[in-house]
């Protein structure tokens, strides 16, 4: 046993020998003997409130290191590594200080018109989402996209101008004029005079009746004013009735006043 033993000795004092000649070259052994003249330097120099007072930061750092080590900030490391390599980090800094030095920079007054006014966007938004603004949104695009909301604007402008450049008694006429025009069109309708004249707007566009009318007109017009002068007196009026075309026109004539005169005797 006693062999044992001597014989472990003498490798751990080979061991120790190999690292002492170890720290010795590599020159870790003068830097040992610096460090520790420096601490003894230090603890000489120290007085008792020194000593005090780094026993209560040494006794601080390891609760904050517990703090830290009970509230696992460590898993929050890599995203604030994260932060830190894309700069983000340093912009919520900024951030943070252009916040505070607004905070510093406002008075009581400002904070509570601010506050006010918060509170007012919150209760325009709350009352956006009650009215379901948001269902009109895709009609306003459109609007928007199409031009047809900048035409409203200019039409509205428009009305503001006219209603701007009225005075009380053209108001007032307008608003007879609207309460007469009201009332006309409520009689047309009630005594079917309405449908009776769609009726009949719709069979003259059908037949062509005020398209040729109009035409003759012109025609006419044109004609008038490249003919030569009538002659006058019997004679002239023989010539002009013996044409066919003078003929035909006053059977039409003739015919348009018969279906008249029927038309009016019914009633």
Excluded: Y
């Excluded at 000649?21 to 460090?35: F, P, S």
């Excluded at 009538?230 to 026109?249: F, H, N, R």
Aim: a negative charge; charged letters at 25%.
């Amino acid at each position: 046993m006693t062999a044992v033993m001597a014989e472990t000795s003498e490798d751990e004092l080979q061991r120790a020998q190999e690292a002492l000649v170890h720290l010795v070259q590599n020159g870790d052994l003068e830097r040992i003997v610096h460090l520790a003249r420096l601490s003894g330097a230090a603890a000489d120099s120290m007085s008792d409130e020194m000593v005090g007072r780094l026993a209560g930061l040494a006794s601080d750092g390891l609760d904050l290191v517990d703090q830290v080590t009970r509230s696992q900030v460590a898993r929050a490391l890599p995203a604030i590594s994260s932060l830190v390599e894309n700069g983000d980090l340093e912009r919520i800094v900024q951030l943070a200080r252009l916040s505070g030095a607004a905070a510093d920079s406002m008075s009581d007054e400002m904070v509570g018109r601010l506050a006010g006014l918060a509170s007012d966007g919150m209760d325009l938004l709350d009352r956006v989402n009650r009215s379901q603004v948001v269902n009109a949104l895709p009609a306003i695009s459109a609007l928007v996209e199409n031009g047809d909301l900048e035409r409203i604007v200019h039409l509205a402008r428009m009305a503001g101008a006219a209603g701007d450049s009225m005075n009380d008694e053209m108001v007032s006429r307008l608003a007879t004029l609207a309460t007469d025009a009201m009332c006309l069109l409520d009689r047309a309708t009630r005594t079917g005079v309405m449908d009776r004249l769609l009726a009949v707007a719709e069979k003259m566009d059908q037949d062509h009746i005020l398209t040729d009318f109009l035409h003759c007109l012109s025609g006419a017009t044109e004609e008038a004013a490249s003919a030569p002068i009538p002659k006058g007196g019997i004679a002239g009026l023989w010539d002009m009735m013996k044409k066919p075309e003078t003929q035909q026109t006053i059977q039409f004539l003739m015919l348009v006043g018969k279906h008249f005169r029927s038309c009016r005797l019914r009633h």
